[in-house]
């Protein structure tokens, strides 16, 4: 059960909600149009299992402002059919973070474009900016997303691009992920990694990432000795860097 669930609408305003305990998503919103959630509080055990925060899939321009997610889940999560979705002002944490995906569970599904997500603070999350697809064929992408102004507090995986999605590591596909990555974009991006790993692209051999733009990111490693720096694994991955970026990316 969704303590709410917009299904099937267009330009639906809602201020000012707190949503507690959710026995799986608090908020859905699907098959939607012009859908604006401001001033949203949702507040869960980071312990709780399925509990993301707000999903948003089949819909098109949906904003989320000036809100404050603690949950076990995703604070947020975009599904299959996310378009000109606008993420701004949101403080995550406990949680899974900010995730695009999973995709690709079906050879024909929707694609991911036209993202933004802007002054986000991670708190203690297990991971940040997060892009997963299951190893499987699709059809599916995602495209034109932009990460800027974020700051992570103690996360665990910052920045992390996961092509071979399987949680809990049983009946993995195990193949290649037909989802096409490109045009994502971390600009203005800082703090601290509880990892060594801050950033990792781990893409597809069949469909490897493209047009990945790093411009003034650093990321601190929190947990080694004295002058352990965090770094940056790359795999299938096609991007450029700018400005002062750390760990350095070395793409492949």
């Known amino acids: 059960m969704q303590n709410l669930h917009i299904a099937n609408s267009k330009n639906v305003e809602i201020d000012g909600l707190t949503s507690i305990n959710s026995q799986k998503f608090h908020i859905g919103v699907t098959g939607c149009q012009n859908v604006n959630l401001r001033d949203i509080t949702v507040a869960a055990s980071g312990t709780s299992p399925n509990t993301d925060g707000i999903h948003i899939e089949k819909s098109t321009f949906v904003s989320v402002l000036n809100s404050t997610i603690s949950t076990g889940d995703d604070c947020i999560s975009m599904g ?3 378009r000109n979705v606008w993420i701004e002002r949101v403080a995550c944490g406990p949680g899974h973070g900010i995730s695009i995906g999973s995709l690709g569970w079906k050879l024909q599904e929707p694609g991911v474009q036209n993202v933004t997500v802007k002054r986000v603070h991670f708190t203690e999350t297990t991971n940040g900016l997060r892009i997963k697809t299951w190893a499987r064929r699709s059809l599916g992408f995602v495209r ?3 990460f800027q102004h974020v ?3 103690g996360v665990k995986n910052p920045i992390l691009i996961d092509q071979n999605y399987c949680p809990g590591g049983r009946n993995c596909p195990r ?3 037909g ?3 490109s045009d994502i974009r971390y600009k203005s991006i800082g703090g601290t990694s509880q990892s060594k790993v801050a950033v990792r692209f781990e893409c597809s051999k069949s469909n490897p990432c493209a047009g990945i733009t790093m411009h003034d990111v650093k990321l601190t490693y929190v947990g080694g000795g004295r002058g352990e720096e965090a770094t940056a694994t790359c795999a299938n ?4 860097s700018s400005g ?6 070395r793409y492949s």
């Open 80 to 82: 299959p059919g996310a």
């Open 144 to 146: 034109n997303v932009l």
């Open 151 to 153: 700051v992570f507090d």
């Open 175 to 177: 193949q290649a992920s």
């Open 179 to 181: 989802i096409k990555v």
């Open 237 to 240: 991955a096609r991007g450029t």
């Open 244 to 249: 002062f970026v750390m760990p350095v990316v």
